[in-house]
């Protein structure tokens, strides 16, 4: 019987640790209610001229990182953009609407239209992109490890805009809570499909960081919305 007793409190326990709560039986059926459900992450599919890899976008913790990131794909803005910074053993960087014209020698220093909005997904605020800028996001200290997406910004406060790259290794030093250096660089989202085929890219011949052959993004679709 006391061993009995320990099992069904075992099982109690475990069963009160899902996020999922049910609303009381109606008429003998379990309901739930719409935000008593948990529900997942959008996934952001990324076709390239290289091939396709997926990512997670964390809209549950950077609701506006992530929003203005979808916000953009679901435009097409990012489609026909090429990787206009790949370096080995560091990471991929991709977004500047310049990018379009491969031999640009200012791709990396464009953005979205200045005074264009979003709508935070999570909060149904809506958002201007002041100057083409978002505001900072630095939550949940999520570092900058391999296979994540982080933002890119001049390095000043609010100066993100389109411009994300894809880390390939451990760079902690461009977490934001890293005081080692002044750079922050908010986490927004991890690969779940292919990173190495992102470590394929970074290892194209280059000059001066961008690939002699151009990395095409076709287009960036997202799912599960």
Known sequence: M????????????RASAFSIKAARPLNGRRSFTKSSIMMANPTAVFDT?????????????????ASNFIDLAQSGYYDG??????????????GCPKSKDPLASDAGTGG?????????????????????CIPDEFEGEMSNLPGTLSMANTGMP????????????????LDYFDASTPSKHPVFGCI??????????????TSRDKPKTPVVMNSVKIEGL
């Open 2 to 13: 006391k061993l009995f007793a320990i099992l069904s409190a075992l099982m109690f326990s």
């Open 49 to 65: 001229s290289m091939g396709t890899f997926k990512a997670e976008i964390y809209l549950d913790k950077m609701p506006v990182t």
């Open 81 to 94: 953009l090429t990787f206009h910074r790949v370096i080995p053993n560091f990471m991929a960087q991709f």
């Open 112 to 132: 979205p239209p200045g005074g264009s909005k979003y709508k935070n997904l999570a909060t149904g605020e809506e958002i201007e992109r002041k100057g083409g």
């Open 158 to 173: 609010n100066s993100g805009g389109s411009q994300f790259f894809i880390n390939v290794v451990h760079n902690s030093f």
């Open 192 to 205: 779940t499909d292919d990173l190495d085929l992102v470590k394929t890219i970074v290892a194209v011949p």
